[in-house]
Nanobody
């Protein structure tokens, strides 16, 4: 069984920065998809940034391109999301997801809240 544990959320003013972490425990194999998702109240969960280890590529949603960076320490099975120039629209519960193939949604962390005030 894979367990994902997020940390690093909090409250920040617009323009500020936060760094989220996600640690993976258990056997996950060599090729997987690991990413960050977020869900604001009343909205569906949406992808924010993803790493595909098989192709060593990343994907970002248009709304965070140029502001967020996804990083991975594969040796420690830890993934990070560096969030800069935060906007009130970034306020949401952020989840770490892991999966295989093109989907990163097989396993979920418990979520960490990010609140950006104007």
């Amino acid at each position: 069984q894979v367990q994902l544990v997020e940390s690093g959320g909090g409250s920040v003013q617009a323009g500020g920065s936060l760094r989220l972490s996600c640690a993976a425990y258990g056997y996950i194999g060599s090729y997987y998809c690991m990413g960050w998702f977020r869900q604001a109240p009343g909205k569906e969960r949406e992808g924010v940034a993803v790493i595909y280890t098989a192709s060593n590529t990343t994907w970002y949603s248009d709304s965070v391109k140029g502001r967020f960076t996804i990083l991975q320490d594969s040796a420690k099975l830890t993934m990070y999301l560096q969030m800069n120039s935060l906007e009130p629209e970034d306020t949401a519960m952020y989840y770490c997801g892991l999966g295989y193939g093109s989907s990163c949604r097989k396993y979920w962390g418990q979520g960490t809240q990010v609140t950006v005030s104007s």
